[in-house]
């Protein structure tokens, strides 16, 4: 007979989420300090780690002793149980499957990789679930989320894939065929927005309550968070940086003309130049003028895009990563120029940091993806 799983998550109201996410994100911390952060009662906070305690997920550390007057009672901080609960993330690119498994933290404990032979449906759906019955074995009785981060247009609600360039999918429900083949519970999303959700939550996000992760590589790729939420729009594709037009006549993919990702992609840098993008990133740091304008047209493009994107929603810093960094002093120089002289007024003080992360990060922000959902009322 099946092992019966444990209580899962209790979260009954927003005031669990906002205790709970709290404690993830900042502890260990105490009742008082979580009051303090989130503005509920000392009663409310009490209340609403009690179901925590009782399920596994929080614990109270040591008393921690408190000197001078008006001193009080010793607190116990609150603290997450790492280890309650694992989580499985994927990331899918045209030519493998990066797949991780995490505790709460978002700390990866294991990682596959699986080569991808063909980009069709059914075989990848065969191929990731090969992959997470590998990944999950070890964790059988408390892994029951998958988190998938796929490139594209992605209707996470629904769990379809509506548009992916790189795989050449439409209207794909890959939520469903997931869910059907591994018998977890499915979390479908951007890459990009998944990536921003880890570093949101376990990054370069924590403490900051509006910050926009940018990706350069394959694709120029875009995620927000503003006034601590990550912005989705209508339809899910609120974002999309490299479908901003900032000029010049390059065809994209998407059917526009001039988009960032037309010039400063690295497929738009290999048609350009001609020539393997190994060999352009060795030409251009050889010296070769033609070469090297094309980087500096590309970076050129993306400081545009990125005051255009500043400029609207003036985020506290911007994440630049991706594969395309490893390339990024080849227009770093461009893309500072051109954001300085586009980003209006005090825009131009936004911090831009350069976060090189590895595609095992991707898969690990498919994971806080869904322990970031577990975790809403």
Request: net charge negative; charged share 20%; proline share 5%.
């Amino acid at each position: 007979m099946a092992a019966t799983r444990p209580q899962r998550a209790p979260i009954t109201s927003p005031a669990a989420a906002t205790v709970f996410s709290t404690v993830l994100t900042q502890g260990p911390v105490s009742r008082v300090e979580v009051g303090r952060r989130t503005g509920l009662s000392s009663a409310a906070v009490t209340k609403a780690a009690r179901p925590f305690i009782d399920a596994g997920y929080l614990e109270e550390l040591a008393s921690e002793e408190r000197s001078g007057p008006g001193a009080g009672r010793p607190r116990s901080p609150l603290a997450i149980r790492a280890d309650r609960e694992f989580f499985i993330g994927v990331k899918i690119t045209g030519d493998d499957l990066i797949g991780v498994v995490c505790d709460l933290r978002a700390r990866v404990r294991a990682t596959r990789h699986r080569a991808l032979t063909s980009t069709a449906v059914p075989d990848v759906v065969a191929a990731l679930a090969a992959l997470v019955a590998e990944l999950a074995a070890p964790y059988r009785d408390r892994a029951y989320c998958l988190g998938v981060a796929v490139s594209g247009d992605v209707d996470q609600v629904g769990g379809v894939v509506r548009y992916s360039p790189f795989l050449r999918w439409r209207d794909v429900p890959l939520g469903d065929l997931l869910a059907e083949a591994t018998g977890l519970t499915v979390r479908l999303e951007n890459d990009v927005k998944a990536l921003a959700v880890a570093e949101q939550w376990f990054g370069e996000g924590i403490g900051v309550s509006s910050f926009a992760l940018v990706t350069v590589g394959a694709g120029i790729g875009c995620a927000l968070v503003v006034d601590g939420r990550l912005v989705t729009g209508a339809r899910g594709v609120a974002g999309e940086l490299g479908h901003v037009p900032v000029g010049g006549s390059q065809p994209c993919h998407c059917g526009g003309t001039g988009c960032v990702e037309a010039i400063a992609s690295t497929g738009a840098i290999v048609a350009r130049s001609g020539l393997p993008i190994d060999e352009a990133v060795a030409r251009a740091r050889a010296g070769d003028e033609a070469v090297r304008a094309v980087f500096a047209e590309a970076g050129h493009a993306i400081g545009l895009a990125l005051a255009a994107m500043a400029n609207l929603i003036g985020p506290e810093r911007v994440v630049l990563s991706g594969e395309g960094l490893d390339a990024y002093d080849l227009v770093d120089e461009h893309v500072r120029a051109a954001f300085t002289a586009q980003a209006f007024g005090s825009v131009a003080e936004c911090a831009l940091i350069i976060r090189p992360l590895p595609f095992e990060e991707w898969a690990r922000g498919a994971a806080a993806v869904s322990i970031q959902a577990l975790f809403r009322p």
